[in-house]
């Protein structure tokens, strides 16, 4: 918008071949209760990320605020497809799953107390995410989130002291 107001948006995407350990293992006879399997048709995964920022300081009233928001998948991302019989025998192999992804968002503001000359900050901010596998042939989503509350002071005093504080408490 201009010097002191911005947005911007980012998008970024790569690929991840399958590893030989994952397309074709080296045998582990360490433990005969533990057997992987390879998976010569695994491909490649590819991941997208979607970034949007925006945040605006005004310099001579000395506070801002800015908020940004992401959000990622993967297309066939390398899972894990594990079995167990009913006498502890585990096989495992990777296989391509979808339905992985993140998002998240944060909100903040900063200011100055300016009788005290003490420079604050407090913001919000939440993110998850969903992980696909596989267990005993059920699709399996692993779902997280987490909810944070942070609040950051500062005050210095050139070439002679500065002092910080930060605390984070979230909920997850």
């Known amino acids: 918008f201009n010097a002191n107001k911005r947005i911007s948006i980012n998008y970024n995407g790569n690929t991840r071949q399958p590893s030989i350990q994952q ?4 045998a582990d006879n360490t433990n005969p209760l533990l057997v992987q399997l390879g998976n010569a048709n695994l491909k ?23 908020i ?5 998948f993967t297309d066939k991302a390398i899972g894990n497809n ?3 019989d009913t006498i502890g025998k585990t096989v495992t192999q990777y296989v391509n799953v979808n339905g992985n992804n993140y998002y998240g968002a944060n909100i903040g503001f900063n200011a100055k107390f300016e009788k005290l000359g003490i420079d604050y900050n407090i913001g919000y901010s939440f993110n998850g995410n969903n992980g696909v596998s596989f267990v005993n042939g059920l699709k399996n989503t692993t779902k997280t989130n987490r ?12 070439k002679v002291y500065n002092f910080y ?3 984070n408490f979230s909920y997850n």
């Open 23 to 26: 397309i074709q293992p080296v």
């Open 44 to 66: 490649q995964e590819f991941s997208h990320r979607i970034n949007l920022n925006m945040n605006n300081y005004q310099v001579l009233k000395n506070r801002g605020y800015w």
């Open 68 to 72: 940004g928001m992401n959000y990622g």
């Open 82 to 84: 594990r079995t167990t």
């Open 147 to 158: 909810h944070g509350i942070n609040f950051g002071m500062n005050k210095e005093k050139e």
């Open 165 to 167: 504080m930060w605390s």
